[in-house]
């Protein structure tokens, strides 16, 4: 579009939002950096997508949201969303965060889960100590823009040795497409401690038609030693919502990581999922399910990087795709000199249901030490008119026959999901989507 | 209504290649029919034409269950109708569960709003596994997914048990069978035996018929049944081969399609 300019905030804007919120100074200059940074980086360059004919500037302006007392004050669209008397709740609306509420029995074992803006003001040490340490604040115009204007967020730390039992969930959705919808979220789990964070990335918009709007979110997951973290998100929102979803972790020695992935948002999306294998005997799984239907363009990227000698990456994107959706499929395992003993294994599969849909799948393997296994299997198929046949030589129906193909498709990951609920969840959006 | 099945001068072509030339065949309710034959003389290629597999074009000709052409029916349809085809290649379905496939098939055939209970199901489908003694975890496995040849097999005649079919169409249920897993999928087989159902079952193997005992035994040769008679027709088979069939007939290629 002409009328938007190629950077939507300088300097000087950045940096008056930030000192009226009361952010601290290394904040504000952070953010100014940022915007200044924005104006010479280039976008990011996905394989064969060209998300630069995306309306990328589109961010909206940055507009307060007055918080609400309880989720029931959430509207319909999102209201079932948040999750069943969860031990923590973080709830984003477009520029900000409306509500907020950690069990007490968490808050008396140190851990602390709010938004990053508050986070930024009442723990200024711990957050800056990890702000933009996992995804480079230079990366790209996208990480430099980002840096500059994300709002609400999530702040996530769980002390040394402390276990927490249960998922740590959070609603982020979009309502307003003028306003600016950037969370940044940063999860931080001590030596030995255990988490599972899960949200789901919505909006609510009335009736159709409404503005395109980029929702850009960079999330930052830093594993200590021996740690142990699950992040699950699922993205659903409406088509007019250009998805950018930047998510790195840094992965310390016998640390985990667990990514749990649903790429089902309506409109076009850039989601770049990677680990960095640092310590010796870490580990990170990622699972990648996705729906693409209507026009909708997609960059799926999963990522590892091994640095620790033993370390072990296991990534799978399963996505279907419909009508005239296109997705490309990235997946890529590098291993660096000295990684001995590692293991890297990824799987990309597309299931094609329509002549005009598009899937490709992009294996990349970079390899740099002897002394390690990995391997790679990848496939871009449509329904099998056999196995069709075969079910409805039972009775069942055309529809049902393909339904039942489809999902079977997408079970052996869905199976895998190890929270149940986000398997439900994930059901049942997987079933809205392919149905609809 | 005692069930009436009949084939009449169906044609069927793969590619353009004809290979049923004009099958005749009527089963009646209560009836075992086999048919027997060398390799590639249309046999499967019947039972699929039947099923309507996409890839075989029935070209002329009707089979009627009951009255109705299943030739004008879609596959689905056709099962509804109560046509039963076990294959003598099933598919492998990664991530549909066995049991799933199962309850989706036997409540598609009774109907939207009859649905069987999970309880009433479950209770059914382990009763006929434990009838063809198969282990209860094949119920989760997927459908036929790593399934050995017999015990592929197995899972088709329990598929029949459940659908309660009119017609059953059997090709070469017993290959891949070993001995003891022969008699008891014959055990299943007799235990459907009925009036209102028919049986077609396509076999190499005089084996198989002596634990079914048939009714009637055609031999088909270039996509027709070329012979009929009753089971003493396949004992003579089995001890002589097909040879003396072709030399009364004045066959000399018995295949089909080849040209
Ligand atoms: N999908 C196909 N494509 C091409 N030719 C086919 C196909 N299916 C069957 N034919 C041909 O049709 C002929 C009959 O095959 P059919 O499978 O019906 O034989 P059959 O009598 O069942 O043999 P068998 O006893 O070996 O199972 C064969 O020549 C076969 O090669
Ligand atoms: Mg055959």
Do not use: C
């Not at chain 2, 390799?39 to 290629?45: A, C, D, E, H």
């Amino acid at each position: 579009m002409s009328t938007q300019l190629s950077t939507p905030v300088n300097r000087e804007a950045a940096e008056a939002l930030s000192r009226s919120k009361g952010e601290p100074a290394w904040l504000t200059a952070l953010r100014g950096q940022g915007a200044e940074l924005s104006e010479t980086l280039e976008w990011p360059k996905p394989e064969k997508v060209r998300i630069d004919r995306w309306d990328l500037t589109a961010i909206g302006g940055y507009k307060p949201q007055a918080a609400i007392a309880s989720a029931d004050e959430l509207p319909e669209a999102v209201s079932n969303l948040s999750g069943e008397s969860p031990a923590g709740f973080v709830v984003q609306r477009n520029s900000g965060i409306v509500f907020k509420q950690l069990s007490a029995e968490l808050q008396s074992k140190g851990v602390i889960f709010t938004d990053l803006e508050t986070a930024a003001r009442e723990h200024g040490d711990l957050v800056q100590q990890y702000l933009f340490k996992a995804v480079a604040q230079d990366e790209d115009k996208l990480t430099a823009l980002h840096s500059a204007i994300w709002n609400g967020g999530v702040f996530l730390y769980v002390p040394k040795n402390v276990e927490v039992e249960l998922p740590l969930q959070a609603l982020l959705f979009s309502d307003d497409a003028e306003a600016t919808f950037a969370p940044h979220i940063l999860v931080v789990a001590d030596n030995n401690s255990r988490v599972t964070y899960v949200d789901n990335v919505s909006s609510a918009f009335e009736g159709a038609g409404a503005a395109t709007l980029v929702k850009q979110s960079v999330v930052e997951v830093i594993v200590k030693p021996g740690a142990h973290v699950r992040f699950a998100t699922i993205h659903h929102m409406a088509e007019n919502i250009i998805d950018l979803s930047i998510r790195r972790a840094i992965v310390e020695n016998d640390g985990r990581i667990e990514w749990i992935v649903g790429d089902l948002h309506d409109g076009n999306t850039l989601s770049d999922t990677r680990s960095l294998l640092r310590g010796n005997g870490s580990t990170s799984d990622a699972k990648v399910i996705s729906i693409g239907s209507g026009k909708q363009q997609m960059s799926l990227t999963t990522g590892a990087v091994h640095v620790g000698r033993s370390s072990d990456s296991q990534m799978v994107t399963r996505a279907v795709m419909k009508d005239a959706a296109t997705a490309i499929i990235n997946g890529v395992t590098k291993i660096e000199k000295g990684a001995t003993k590692a293991n890297g294994e990824q799987t990309e599969k597309v299931l094609m249901l329509s002549p005009k849909s598009r899937g490709d799948a992009n294996p990349i393997l970079l390899i740099d030490e002897d002394d390690v296994t990995a391997g790679h299997a990848a496939s871009v198929g449509q329904v099998n008119p056999e196995q069709v046949y075969y079910l409805m030589s039972r009775g069942i129906s055309k529809r049902e026959a393909e339904r039942l193909i489809i999902n079977g498709f997408l079970a052996p990951v869905v199976e895998e999901i190890p929270i149940e609920a986000v398997q439900e969840q994930l059901r049942s959006l997987l079933e809205r989507k392919l149905e609809a | 209504m005692a069930t009436q099945f009949v084939i009449d001068g169906l044609t069927a072509s793969i590619e353009d290649k004809e290979i049923l030339k004009g099958i005749n065949l009527e089963i009646k309710g209560g009836e075992v029919h086999a048919i027997m034959g060398p390799n590639g003389t249309g046999k499967s290629t019947l039972a699929s034409a039947l099923m309507g597999h996409p890839k075989y074009e029935v070209t002329g000709g009707t089979a009627t269950l009951n009255g109705e052409d299943l030739m004008e029916m879609a596959t689905d349809e056709r099962a509804r109708a109560g046509l039963f085809l076990a294959m003598q290649y099933p598919s492998e379905i990664t991530g549909v569960t066995n049991s799933d496939f199962l309850r989706s098939a036997i409540n598609a055939r009774r109907g939207e709003g009859n649905e069987l209970s999970l309880i009433k199901f479950i209770r059914q489908m382990e009763g006929k596994m434990k009838e063809l003694e198969m282990n209860p975890e094949f119920a989760h496995r997927y459908l036929n997914e790593g399934f050995s040849g017999g015990e592929k097999k197995r899972n088709e005649i329990l598929q029949m048990m459940l659908l309660d079919p009119k017609i059953v169409v059997l090709d070469e249920i017993d290959s891949g069978l070993d001995i003891d897993a022969l008699k008891i999928v014959a055990a299943g087989v007799n235990s459907m035996r009925s009036e209102e159902r028919g049986f077609l079952i396509i076999t190499h193997y005089q084996r198989l018929l002596n634990y079914i005992k048939p009714d009637f035994v055609h031999v088909m040769m270039q996509g027709r049944i070329v012979k009929s008679g009753g089971p003493e027709l396949a004992e003579r088979l089995e001890n002589e081969g097909y040879d003396w069939v072709k030399e009364e007939l004045g066959i000399v290629d018995e295949t089909v399609g080849q040209a």
